[in-house]
């Protein structure tokens, strides 16, 4: 049986120039075709972090409203052909995405909501090498060394009580609260997140 830990989902990120250099699909696959194992893992068919995840390019770095989708629609072909084990939704009181992430390494993923708009999913595959005289992985070259995916919020969103675990085998679970028309009681954090949604995939 899986066991789950919560994850830190940080609100403030002082990264200059993050993000800044944008993965074109004719460098991708100049990335892509001669890569390890495990950089075919990662970003391969049916990945949370494949740029090719929803059916035509889109670079995992940009922000993609996600939840404006169906994932039934999105990831039909997927689904069919068994290439990917992905699925968002919304219930009545919060947006979920769930992710099986398995070949990621578990202590480099981070999870930050920037500006309250924007969430980011991200970590390293492959580690720099002396941190002190080189910039910030994810202000170059970032899918050298690591990973992304960006996702537009909804706006009716209680972004400060996101919550997100992940199992030992990698599955990840996230989920953002909607706003609570009774300010006084909002939801209780991670209230029911694994026993309502555990069964989506």
Request: aromatic share 14%; net charge negative; glycine share 6%.
């Given at each position: 049986?899986?066991?789950?830990?919560?994850?830190?989902?940080?609100?403030?990120?002082?990264?200059?120039?993050?993000?800044?250099v944008?993965?074109?699909e004719?460098?991708?696959?100049?990335?892509?075709?001669?890569?390890?194992?495990?950089?075919?893992?990662?970003?391969?068919?049916?990945?949370?972090?494949?740029?090719?995840?929803?059916?035509?390019y889109?670079?995992?770095?940009?922000?993609?409203?996600?939840?404006?989708?169906?994932?039934?629609?999105?990831?039909?072909?997927?689904r069919?052909?068994?290439?990917?084990?992905?699925?968002?939704?919304?219930?009545?009181?919060?947006?979920?995405?769930?992710?099986?992430?398995?070949?990621?390494?578990?202590?480099?993923?981070?999870?930050?909501?920037?500006?309250?708009?924007?969430?980011?999913?991200?970590?390293?595959?492959?580690?720099?090498?002396?941190?002190?005289?080189?910039?910030?992985?994810?202000?170059?070259?970032?899918?050298?060394?690591?990973?992304?995916?960006?996702?537009?919020?909804?706006?009716?969103?209680?972004?400060?009580?996101?919550?997100?675990?992940?199992?030992?085998?990698?599955?990840?679970?996230?989920?953002?609260?909607?706003?609570?028309?009774?300010?006084?009681?909002?939801?209780?954090?991670?209230?029911?997140?694994?026993?309502?949604?555990?069964?989506?995939?």
């Amino acid at each position: 049986m899986a066991s789950w830990k919560q994850l830190e989902v940080h609100t403030e990120d002082q990264t200059p120039h993050k993000w800044s250099v944008p993965l074109s699909e004719e460098m991708f696959k100049r990335f892509f075709a001669p890569g390890s194992p495990i950089v075919h893992k990662i970003f391969g068919d049916g990945s949370l972090f494949s740029p090719l995840l929803f059916g035509k390019y889109f670079d995992p770095s940009d922000a993609f409203p996600l939840w404006e989708f169906e994932s039934d629609v999105f990831l039909s072909n997927l689904r069919s052909s068994g290439k990917t084990n992905i699925d968002w939704f919304q219930t009545d009181d919060a947006y979920v995405l769930k992710a099986d992430l398995s070949g990621v390494e578990n202590n480099t993923l981070q999870f930050f909501v920037e500006n309250g708009k924007i969430m980011e999913i991200s970590g390293q595959w492959k580690p720099k090498g002396d941190q002190s005289k080189t910039k910030d992985w994810r202000s170059g070259n970032w899918w050298e060394h690591g990973y992304v995916r960006r996702l537009e919020l909804p706006g009716d969103v209680d972004w400060k009580d996101t919550e997100a675990y992940v199992s030992n085998d990698m599955f990840v679970e996230v989920r953002i609260p909607k706003s609570s028309l009774d300010s006084d009681n909002p939801p209780a954090p991670g209230k029911g997140i694994l026993a309502k949604n555990s069964d989506r995939l």
